[in-house]
Nanobody
Framework: VQLQASGGGLVQPGGSLTLSCKAS????????MGWYRQFPGKERELVAT???????RYAESVEGRATASRHNAKNTLDLQIDNLKPDDTAVYYC????????????WGQGTQVTVSS
């Protein structure tokens, strides 16, 4: 499984950003796709996940500001975050995984999001 992430960049506080992730190299729908982020010196943390059935979960820190949109046929997952804050500055990673046997877990390359004026 290969995960291609895009959409990071520099955004002013209060602005919006959409991150996109596409899974390739597979002929099935990943059970779970998600976005995580990592702050300097910190562990990677959940931002949002979406199951193949459409169940969505958001981190409390982005609840109400983030919208995750998954397209199963295309194996894509978009994440829009509105009202961005400097605290959202991090490296964002796309993830695809299966939690039942056979278990697997794949990460895309990180994309930097910087929120600054």
């Amino acid at each position: 499984v290969q995960l291609q992430a895009s959409g990071g960049g520099l955004v002013q506080p209060g602005g919006s950003l959409t991150l996109s992730c596409k899974a390739s190299g597979i002929n099935f729908t990943p059970p779970i796709m998600g976005w995580y982020r990592q702050f300097p010196g910190k562990e990677r943390e959940l931002v949002a996940t979406v199951t193949s059935g459409g169940t969505t979960r958001y981190a409390e820190s982005v609840e109400g500001r983030a919208t995750a949109s998954r397209h199963n046929a295309k194996n894509t997952l978009d994440l829009q975050i509105d009202n961005l804050k400097p605290d959202d500055t991090a490296v964002y990673y796309c993830n695809a995984r299966r939690t039942m046997t056979p278990v697997w877990n794949f990460w895309g390359q990180g994309t930097q999001v910087t929120v600054s004026s």
